[in-house]
């Protein structure tokens, strides 16, 4: 079966560090475009970045450059969302999706999705 489980939320207090997992079972990540997208209650989903499959190439919200970096691990089945100096807006729970090949341009247009883990953010 095709599933996705995120793994690593927790609580954090603001200017700490968090490494969310992706792991991928049933399909091979790496010929997908694999995006991190976050939930707030009352909201949508949120793309937070997102990796291409053809070249690598990354994509990040604005408001969290310099502070995520996404990496995949091809031997693992996994992408990884690599979260420092985390702030209290940066609260949700956080979901991994595929696309393909490309990363799209709403979150919309992910394909599947896995359960979600809840990062917060808190002192």
């Known amino acids: 079966q095709v599933q996705l489980v995120e793994s690593g939320g927790g609580l954090v207090q603001p200017g700490g560090s968090l490494r969310l997992s992706c792991a991928a079972s049933g399909f091979t990540l790496d010929h997908y475009a694999v995006g991190w997208l976050r939930q707030v209650p009352g909201k949508e989903r949120e793309g937070v970045s997102c990796i291409n499959t053809s070249d690598g190439s990354t994509l990040y919200l604005d408001s969290v450059k310099g502070r995520f970096t996404i990496s995949r691990d091809t031997a693992r089945n996994t992408v990884y969302l690599q979260m420092n100096n985390l702030q209290p807006e940066d609260t949700a729970v956080y979901y991994c999706?595929?696309?393909?090949?490309?990363?799209?341009?709403?979150?919309?247009?992910?394909?599947?999705w896995g359960q979600g883990t809840q990062v917060t953010v808190s002192s």
């Open positions: 999706a595929t696309a393909g090949p490309w990363c799209p341009a709403v979150a919309s247009d992910f394909g599947s």
